[in-house]
């Protein structure tokens, strides 16, 4: 499988039904960076210190740094099936 490393996949696993998040086809991502408004950046789940628990491809959240930049973190697709990449880009808003 070829892996896009700047494409958010979609939640098809079950455990995601209930974790509301914002649509990524409304972002535009490069190998830094993400464009998004901030009301879609307000729509993720902050986890600044820690990672959101059930890991599956698609699920994304933001963590804020110390310097107070936002970063957009997602789950993707791994080489090996069974696991998933923590991905990240620094959030430029539009």
């Known amino acids: 499988m ?9 939640i098809i ?7 509301r998040q914002p649509d990524s086809k409304d972002f535009l ?6 464009i998004m ?8 789940a902050e986890y600044s210190t820690s ?3 059930g890991v599956y491809a698609g699920k994304m959240w933001k963590r804020v740094t ?3 930049e936002k970063i957009l973190c997602w789950y993707g ?9 923590i991905n990240e880009r620094t959030i430029l808003f539009a």
């Open 77 to 85: 697709y791994h080489e090996s099936p069974d696991l998933c990449s």
């Open 51 to 53: 990672r959101p628990s």
């Open 29 to 34: 991502i490069d190998d830094d960076s993400v």
């Open 37 to 44: 408004t901030a009301e879609a950046c307000n729509k993720l």
């Open 13 to 19: 696993d079950p455990l995601g039904k209930a974790w």
């Open 2 to 10: 070829k892996i896009n490393k700047n494409k958010i996949p979609l």
């Open 66 to 68: 110390n310097r107070g």
